[in-house]
């Protein structure tokens, strides 16, 4: 029993959600239970990650009811890189946020406030495992509201009115995408009579209900994942709310919906693929690039930058769509969109997260005032360092490795105007990200006259280790492409 | 031939297109959160109507009970939304977001 990773498949859900309840019950016992519910939670998606590498995909049928009734949880190896990810970028951000929150700068109200982060975030943890492990089209959308709610909520944290208004934004698009979805998930069920995805995938033709739920799903969707010009509601939310809440959003939350469109394609709605629509994701994709490096050039604040390079990120996810969805087993393009979305990931978090730690010392997150902080503040400063040359894709990194793959596929495929976009779009990256660490490293004369708060040692180490992370994926390339290919539904044809 | 279930099915499209404008074209947060729900509405109807299989046989159970799930989450929604609407009122005075300013 112990030795089936799909006994630990629901407990990936249960320690987060168990967690997060009890801190809404016990809020002074907050320190102990994140530690606690952190390292259980960790604990259980190792296991399920390790036993599903060994033995390959598991099932898990809850209730024992069992696919088409009942609800099925799945892990493929898709899922379980996506579960380890989750777990190591956030157990870097709670070691984060015990140091940012309790921060002497912060007045007795807003820590008092800043307390309804813990439970916030521990359901927003079981809500994006439980997300990853649905194999049912109905659940994605239940958990893809779940993981909305517990975002917007965490969001509104900061509790300014500009972040309520953005919050509110974000809740607002939030749901007409999920309701577009719902929609989509409606005419599957009326096209095709079953919403688990390993049996929708053996049953779907083209027919005009799988084109009218393709629409919705993508448009929804796309909505959610701020892709370019759905993306104006994006900037706001993650620069303004808190430093270790514009991390959560930009590295898992975005991802979470991404999966979800990802996974929707390759197992359901890839007989669409000969059509226009995933041209379409790449033209949108590319125009996400182009636009959001424009502005993130532009900005003269540090996290509205850090903002737009998202917007801008999350094109190169939508790039290689044709390619995923022309040979369903193009397992080198996914390989380059999941290898992106790990390098991202980690990249973008440790960004936030010395951005947020700068700002905290500093008061202030204007490009004019970083002038000379490597002198004073010289870890955030390097992390942001570590994290630009994964974003700008330098080798060594994470974001080199993912590049390369993206490179290889669209290369070998003759789409030579794809890779001229993912060559520009890093050379746009350079341009922002220099525009940050110009001032960080100029040497300044009259350092002793600024004054700047303690940093605490939790908030370097972890900004710190996720940027040694982004640089060290680089080396495992080779180990994503064999893991993403257990139990992958779309290498064998049958999708079963 | 049109039969129940396809006007329903029709009317439930309607909703859903009502919602959508609604959310989109107006400014104030209330009628916003109204939109939404009627969108949702939208859906549940169109989720009801398919489950219709014929006079002689018995409706399809299965997307009753999708729709109670989905009634759960919009309650949850709403409720979100007003809560948020509520503090941005008595915050800035006004229930609209303001227009953005890039800043």
Known sequence: MFFDAAFWLPLAIMAPLTTALLLFLLPRRSGLLTVIGAA???????????????????RHTLGGWGAPLGIDLTADGLTVLMLALTAIVGAAITLYAHGYFTHPVHDATARTRYANFWPLWFFLWAALNA???????????????????????????????????????????????????????????????????????????????????????????????????????????????TAPVSALLSALVIKGSFY????????????????????????????????????????????????????????????????????????????????????????????????????????????????????????????????????????????????????????????WVVALVIVAGGLMAAVYIMRVLAPLFRQVETVEARRVEHVPLSMNLSAFGLAVLAILLSFTGVYVLEILAIGAPWVTEAGL | MINASVLYALAGVVLFGMGVYAMIAYPHLLRKILGMNVMGVGVFMVFIAISYQGPEQRADPVPHALVITGIVVAVCATGLALALATQLHALTGSARIPADGEE
């Not at chain 1, 390098?343 to 002038?371: E, N, P, V």
């Open chain 1, 40 to 58: 259980a939670t960790i604990a259980t998606v190792f296991l399920a990650t390790l036993l599903v590498i060994q033995n390959g995909a598991a």
């Open chain 1, 131 to 241: 997300l990853f492990l649905s194999g049912d089209v109905f659940n994605l959308y239940v958990t893809l509201e779940l993981v909305s709610f517990a975002a917007v909520a965490l969001t509104a944290l900061a509790g300014k009115p500009a972040v309520l208004a953005a919050a509110m934004r974000y809740l607002l698009v939030g749901l007409l995408g999920s309701l577009f979805y719902l929609m989509g998930v409606v005419f599957l069920y009326g096209g095709f009579g079953v919403l688990d995805i390993a049996a929708l995938g053996a049953v779907v033709t083209a027919t005009p209900a799988l084109a009218a739920a393709a629409a919705l799903i993508t448009v929804g969707l796309a909505m959610k994942t701020a892709l370019f010009p759905l993306h104006f509601w994006l900037p706001p939310a993650h620069a303004n709310a």
């Open chain 1, 260 to 415: 979800i469109l990802l996974r929707v394609w390759l197992g359901v709605l890839y007989p669409l693929g000969e059509t226009i629509a995933p041209y379409l994701l790449m033209a949108l994709g590319a125009a996400a690039l182009l636009w959001g490096s424009l502005q993130a050039i532009r900005q003269t604040r540090l996290k509205l930058l850090v903002a737009y390079s998202t917007v801008a990120q999350i094109g190169y996810l939508f790039l290689l769509m044709p390619l995923l969805l022309a040979e369903r087993n193009n397992l080198v393009a996914l390989a380059g969109v999941v290898c992106f979305m790990l390098a991202h990931a980690t990249a973008k978090a440790s960004a936030f997260l010395s951005a947020g730690a700068i700002q905290l010392a500093t008061g202030d997150d204007r490009l004019a005032s970083l002038r000379g902080l490597m002198q004073i503040m010289p870890a955030p400063v390097a992390a942001f360092a570590m994290a630009g040359v994964s974003l700008v894709a330098l080798p060594p990194s994470g974001g080199f490795v993912a590049k390369w793959f993206m490179l290889d596929a669209t290369l070998a495929s003759g789409y």
